[in-house]
């Protein structure tokens, strides 16, 4: 058993997805979470900038002693792989939020057909394409980046009854959809908050992944089978770290995880 907690780091609140998916898995798990806030997006930085600031946020979680941290930033694990980020200076496990969601997305598709949103920079890099390809020179992928789903997340407009949301998809999708694919990997830990708006585009035919959700499961199936749980029956602490606001962070934050986390979250500064 380890007792030590789960680290988490995100540009922002999309992480949070990951984390909930988590704790659901590991509900003894201890888990802290990093967000940084105060300069989000990472999508739209160039790759030295990313890579600087994950460098950064990796640091910050190592001071408090976690077991195994997860990149929960789509755009920081397109970026650079884990060696590039940090060579072989953390001897703890690291997690990234690419493979486990295009292994997840091969096993599904049944036409050889998939289909990958991200943000701009995740797009651009490829590596979801290269990830699956890597799988099966067999299937098609074809990438769409979706830059205003993170602000409709995160303005609230995650209904499938939002004409403004759907009609946003709609235009993002449209290749997809005539493209005729059958799954589609959700590239950006935001995107599942809108799971509702996107399946009412591509149809009920089209399976979702969930790319923080691949990845939470193969960090519980890993610490599971290397004896690194807690114990078990221990009530877990969350602890949630920002970069910017709390009181924009805790609002936003309760509407991700479905809990209320006020007074939960600290202010810090990165070096």
């Known amino acids: 058993m380890d007792p030590r907690p789960i680290g988490i780091f995100d540009s922002g609140l ?17 888990i802290i979470y990093l967000g940084d ?10 790759r030295e900038t990313i890579v600087k600031y994950a460098r950064q946020d990796a640091a910050f979680l190592m001071q ?7 990149i929960a930033c789509n755009t920081v694990c397109s970026s650079a792989s884990i060696t590039e980020l940090f060579g072989q200076t953390l001897e703890i496990p690291v ?10 997305a091969a096993r599904h598709t049944k036409n050889k057909k998939i289909g990958v949103i991200g943000t701009k920079a ?19 992928v074809i990438s769409a ?5 993170v602000p409709l997340v995160e303005d609230g407009m995650t209904s ?17 959809r005539a493209a005729r694919i059958d799954t589609l990997l959700l590239g950006c830990t935001h995107y599942p908050l809108l799971r509702g708006v996107i399946s009412s585009v591509m149809g009920p035919d089209v399976t979702l992944i969930d790319s923080g959700a691949e990845t939470a499961m193969l960090v519980s199936n890993e610490l599971t089978a290397s004896a690194m749980l807690s114990p078990k029956n221990k009530t877990a602490a969350i602890r949630y770290y920002v970069t910017d ?5 805790e609002t936003l934050a309760s509407r991700f995880l479905e809990s209320d986390v006020r007074g939960m979250v600290e202010q810090v500064a990165l070096e």
């Open 95 to 104: 997690y990234e939020a690419v493979s486990a969601p295009a292994a997840a």
């Open 14 to 30: 999309g992480g949070l997805t990951t984390l909930k998916k988590l704790n659901e898995l590991m509900p003894s798990e201890d």
């Open 37 to 46: 806030t105060g300069r989000v997006p990472y999508g739209s930085r160039s």
């Open 122 to 140: 995740t797009v651009r890099s490829g590596a979801y394409e290269s990830a699956i390809k890597n799988i099966s020179h067999e299937i098609t």
């Open 245 to 249: 606001s709390v009181d924009g962070f």
């Open 160 to 176: 499938a009854e939002d004409a403004a949301a759907v009609s946003i998809a709609d235009r993002y999708l449209a290749d997809l």
């Open 64 to 70: 408090h002693n976690v077991k195994a941290m997860v």
């Open 145 to 149: 980046a979706c830059p205003l789903f």
